[in-house]
């Protein structure tokens, strides 16, 4: 089946500064990868996603790049702000398509 | 519109004993999936539901099980819990349960302990 690594377990930005977590993956099948934030003690919610046929996707402050050659993806947060602070995870299908693997999580703890 | 509702939000139970979650979809949902969040191991995936049919299920033991109601709510039944099945459970519920196509609304969880 599918195995996600996700990277760094922890991150500890300054305010104002950038945050890259990267994924890898082993199915090259996969073609969905999602991106979930999670606050402390409150419930994951999607912030962005991508499909295998593009190659980056952006929202605001945030954006994902897909590199299907390397098997990885990534999420970049600019100009990172206290509110940014959780959990984050990344995920991707297994074959199945029902089924979303998801990454260990990645705390960011955002410092003003 | 509602989100999705978990029951109950906190659970104490000893060994041995078997314990039932409860899941309420987003109105329209029909796909349920059930996820355990443990400190470091990120969110395992359990079961998933669609209209009333299990179609696909994860890496746990046997004493995991699920079942889905006409309705789309869904519950989850361990049976003779062990001190690792301490865990968030959180359900998330889809809206036609092509994963793949569309993103999952997540309940805020069960934690359960186990003693």
């Known amino acids: 089946g599918e195995n996600v690594e996700q990277h760094p377990s922890t991150l500890s930005v300054q305010e104002g500064d950038s945050a890259v977590i990267k994924c890898t993956y082993s199915d090259s099948a996969s073609n969905y990868f999602p991106w979930y934030k999670q606050e402390l003690g409150k419930r994951p919610q999607l912030i962005i996603d991508i499909r295998s046929n593009v190659g980056e996707k952006k929202d605001q402050r945030i954006a994902v790049t897909l590199n299907k050659t390397a098997k990885h993806f990534s999420l970049h947060i600019t100009e990172t702000q206290p509110e940014d602070s959780a959990v984050y995870f990344c995920a991707t299908l297994d074959g199945g398509y029902n089924k979303l693997i998801f990454g260990a999580g990645t705390r960011l703890a955002v410092h003003p | 519109k509602a989100g999705v509702t978990q029951t109950p939000r906190y659970l104490i139970k000893t060994r041995g004993q078997q314990v039932t979650l409860s899941c309420s979809p987003i109105s329209g949902h029909r796909s349920v999936s059930w996820y355990q969040q443990t400190p470091g191991q990120g969110l395992q995936f359990l079961f998933e539901?669609?209209?009333?049919?299990?179609?696909n299920k994860g890496n746990f033991p046997g004493r995991f099980s699920g079942r889905q109601f006409s309705n789309s709510r869904s519950e989850m039944n361990v049976s003779t819990l062990e001190l690792g099945d301490s865990a968030l459970y959180l359900c998330?519920?889809?809206?036609?349960?092509?994963?793949?196509?569309?993103?999952?609304?997540f309940g805020s969880g069960t934690q359960l302990s186990v003693l």
């Open positions: 998330a519920s889809s809206l036609a349960g092509r994963i793949g196509n569309e993103k999952l609304f």
């Open positions: 539901y669609f209209s009333e049919t299990q179609r």
